[in-house]
């Protein structure tokens, strides 16, 4: 019994993401002879790790020519060639190429409308305690997953494994210059099964990568299970107002951005409606493939206790 829900709650998952990005982060060399976008930026990235930026010229005789600002034309034999990427958004600021922000479709917590392209992904680390992986199937789909941490230890200790963990399928489409709609399933079971809740979102994004605000709705629902397996009861609950988030980030130099998340939550005493506010601050640190946020979550209630805010950090590893 315990191996089956290893293999369930953990390992299954594990397996799916990984054989997601086998099939879709290989880029098959002969694919290659199919690019002939003069239009669009292109990055071509090489064996070696380095990496080209510019438009094609030409494609053919196993050779692509990319003009480049600096270097001009550039023939680039398939040999050297890792994968061909189009960049849909592209900065050159005093001839320096800015590399795309490695995670425009998520705030702290929050997700925006931008999607991971096919076989892209990332692995994250929050608070040390949370950790997920995130894949990208097609243009407009992605799946994610994780486990917490230190529940999972506390419950092996005892002899069980009855890890949390949480699943995280998206969809993301362009619908105009600067526009992007999306939504998704936020769905976590806890402790066995004795908890299970989610939030199912739907939020839309105006901007560019770099600068860019998002709206979201969100309704939750959770389901307690009380008893054991002779005797069970459980209880279903779903919210009847959304969620608000807005959250919004701007790139204010090559390698950071800052990055808002605010989260107004509906609560409904003495059948009054109200709203209770959370907030947050902070900035993100990045490189090609690497990210680091530092933080602070607020409202008024936290602030009474600690001025500036709970600390919040998150780092994050693309591949």
Not at 228 to 244: A, H, L, Q, R, V
């Amino acid at each position: 019994m315990k191996t089956t829900k290893i293999f369930q709650g953990f390992i299954l998952p594990s397996l799916f993401i990984g054989i997601c990005s086998m099939t879709f982060g290989q880029k098959k060399v002969d694919t290659l002879a199919k690019f002939h976008d003069t239009v669009s930026f292109v990055m071509v990235k090489f064996k070696e790790g380095s990496a080209y930026f510019g438009k094609i010229k030409e494609n053919k005789n196993d050779t692509l020519t990319l003009i480049m600002e600096d270097l001009g034309a550039v023939k680039i034999p398939y040999g050297r060639i890792k994968r061909v990427e189009t960049l849909e958004y592209m900065v050159m600021k005093k001839g320096k190429y800015w590399f795309p922000t490695p995670l425009p479709g998520r705030y702290f917590f929050a997700p925006s409308a931008f999607t991971l392209n096919p076989g892209e992904g990332y692995y994250q680390n929050t608070m040390l305690a949370l950790n997920s992986f995130n894949v990208g199937v097609t243009k407009w789909f992605s799946i994610g997953g994780g486990i917490e941490f230190f529940s999972t230890i506390v419950s092996i200790t005892a002899g069980e494994f009855k890890p949390t963990f949480f699943i995280t399928p998206k969809v993301g489409l362009k619908i105009a210059k600067n526009l992007r709609a999306g939504g998704g399933l936020i769905y976590a079971q806890f402790w066995g099964n004795e908890l299970q809740a989610g939030i199912l979102y739907g939020v839309v994004t105006y901007g560019n990568p770099d600068y860019n605000v998002t709206a979201g709705l969100g309704w939750g629902f959770s389901k307690t299970n009380v008893g054991d397996n002779s005797s069970n009861s459980s209880s279903f609950e779903s919210g009847k107002y959304p969620i608000i988030t807005i959250s919004g980030t701007a790139r204010i130099a090559r390698k950071t951005a800052l990055v808002t998340e605010n989260w107004i939550i509906p609560s409904s005493e003495n059948s009054k409606l109200t709203y209770y506010p959370v907030f947050s601050y902070g900035i993100r640190f990045f490189g090609e493939t690497v990210s680091f946020d530092l933080a602070f979550i607020n409202n008024k209630d936290i602030a009474r206790l600690l001025f500036i805010g709970i600390p919040f950090i998150s780092c994050t590893v693309k591949f």
